[in-house]
């Protein structure tokens, strides 16, 4: 589980990412920052951080993939059991 920036953000990031629960699947992750239609994982985990002021993209590509949310100064990964 990554949980990002302040508790606050990160209810608000997941709210937003909820409401879009259901929508159609992107497969392409080269592109993925500045399509507004369809979204991957990674996508809309940037997205939904983004619209909260928070950039979790680690190398500022076109595109963001798992791996550069993970590796973001401001990601932070708890271990749940």
Request: glycine residues 8%; positive net charge; aromatic residues 16%.
């Amino acid at each position: 589980m990554f949980v990002i920036g302040h508790w606050s953000q990160t209810d608000d990031a997941a709210a937003w990412a909820k409401a879009r629960e259901g929508a159609a699947y992107r497969k392409v992750f080269w592109d993925n920052k500045y399509y507004t239609g369809k979204m991957n994982c990674s996508q809309l985990v940037w997205a939904a951080y983004k619209k909260q002021g928070i950039d979790v993209d680690n190398n500022g590509g076109k595109g963001v993939y798992p791996r550069n949310i993970r590796d973001d100064n401001d990601t932070v990964s708890y271990k749940s059991y």
